[in-house]
């Protein structure tokens, strides 16, 4: 009897195939490869007779009875057309969540810093610190040891323990709020990796992500130790570095653009829209302007760990000149940039006045493009937030940076960085 290659190679295949004839055992093993490659081109619906079709999850192959041939017995060629495995939409809707999740931990970590809640935990564990203090020993131990500490020495010398107790759930909230969004990540992904809903790509992503969000808690500690520390030789307020801070929130941002990025891709379909010389242009544009836009959140830290808002609360001028005598007051020059509040404040307003310039042009470029219902929405999406934050800026700084105010800012620059992401998520190309 004469079988082909591939029955050769299976046990189970060969034991179907072994009482019949060699040429009916090749009319079987060609009927059940031209049912795979109808189902492939089909869009992946199994055929009512029976053979190889896309079932449940979407995009992944499975066998049914009709064709009892794995799919290691079908030849290469007809397994190298079939489309890779899309991704459920399930998938796509838990990272949008995830981004939210993250979202949120970011405003809440700016209230934390913006109450100076941030330094009020002088310790970290993993588990042991989710349970927070309960009898009243307990909370005066706990104030005991930040009494230890510079911030208490230098300005909290006078405050309450009832004080304490607020500064000290502020951050253990921030704290437990990092934990969840952990388990938000890695519990889910080990779900969708075990039912086997993620391609090759996604399943890097998510490790990429999973990876992220981990090492985002070790980089907040490691932000904390910094203001921890003492410093004999210096009488100024006990604070985080800025440089660990901007470190801190940059990872959050990144954490955050990539999950929704993500997220997006899977959900929203991309448009065919004509490769013209303009919509080239245009999402050139739309790229620079989403970098400028994450370059003015992420200098946003520095404002934040040098309390520059409170160094010029004017504008447009900074007190009474364009440019303020002590720009370039540090040496080395470069200093400045870092660690000069009013170089910091004046990068701040500059960055923000170029951003939503940018978002202008953006907007009166895109008028001159057919573009679809839904890329013309996210245009405009991107101008109002971009103006609204804006007006936020500017009433935090002439406010003397109220903390409901500031807290609002923070959050609307993560709102104008959503809008630039699905605007970009918008003009995707279509794969050829």
């Known amino acids: 009897m004469v079988t082909p290659r591939c029955v050769r190679k299976c046990s189970p295949c060969f034991r179907w195939l072994a009482p019949l004839p060699g ?7 060609a009927r059940c490869s031209a049912r795979f490659l109808l189902s492939v ?4 619906v199994a055929e009512s007779r029976g053979g190889l079709g896309l079932g449940s999850p979407p995009g992944l192959l499975r066998q049914t009875p009709a064709c009892p041939l794995p799919l290691r017995c079908l030849p290469r060629r007809l397994l190298q057309q079939a489309s890779p495995p899309a991704t459920p939409p399930a998938v796509g809707r ?5 981004s939210g999740a993250v979202a949120g931990a970011v405003v809440l970590g700016g209230v934390t810093r913006l109450t100076e809640s941030g330094l009020s935990m002088v310790d970290w564990h993993l588990v042991k610190e989710m349970k927070p203090p309960r009898t009243q020993k307990e ?7 930040y009494q230890q500490f510079p911030e208490f020495k230098i300005l909290n010398h006078d405050m309450t323990l009832t004080e304490f107790k607020f500064i000290w759930y502020m951050e253990y909230s921030h704290r437990m709020w990092g934990r969840a969004v952990g388990l938000a990540y890695i519990l889910p992904a080990a779900y969708f990796w075990r039912k086997g809903w993620l391609s090759r790509h996604m399943k890097v992503c998510v490790l990429a992500l999973c990876g992220l969000v981990c090492f985002q808690g070790l980089l907040g500690w490691y932000m904390v130790k910094s203001g921890l520390e003492e410093k004999p030789d210096s009488y100024d307020i ?5 440089y660990r801070l901007a470190a801190h929130l ?12 993500t997220g997006l891709s899977v959900l929203l ?12 242009r245009l999402r050139q544009y739309a790229h620079c302007t989403t970098a400028l836009i994450f370059i003015t959140a992420l200098s946003g830290a520095f404002v934040a760990g040098l309390d520059a808002g409170l160094v010029y609360n004017s504008f447009p001028k900074m007190g009474e000149r364009w440019i303020p005598d002590d720009l370039l007051a540090f040496s080395p020059m470069l200093r400045n940039i870092f660690e000069n509040p009013t170089t910091v404040q004046f990068d701040h307003r500059i960055l923000g006045i170029t951003s939503v310039a940018a978002v202008i042009a953006l907007y009166l470029f895109s008028r001159k493009i057919p573009l679809p219902s839904r890329t013309r929405m996210a245009v405009t999406s991107l101008l109002v937030v971009a103006c609204m934050q804006v007006g936020l800026g500017i009433s935090t700084l002439l406010l003397y940076v109220p903390t409901p105010l500031a ?24 794969p050829k």
């Open 269 to 280: 379909p991309r448009h065919k829209l004509p490769e013209t010389h303009q919509l080239l």
């Open 41 to 44: 081109r089909g869009g992946g």
């Open 407 to 430: 807290a609002t800012h923070q959050s609307g620059s993560l709102a104008l960085l959503s809008m630039a992401l699905w605007l970009m998520s918008e003009l995707r190309r279509v």
């Open 139 to 145: 909370w005066e131990a706990e104030f005991q040891k």
């Open 238 to 242: 006990p604070r985080v570095s800025q």
């Open 250 to 261: 940059g990872s959050a941002l990144v954490l955050y653009s990539a999950s929704l990025w």
């Open 23 to 29: 040429s009916v055992g090749m009319l079987r093993v």
């Open 94 to 98: 838990w990272l949008l969540a995830c």
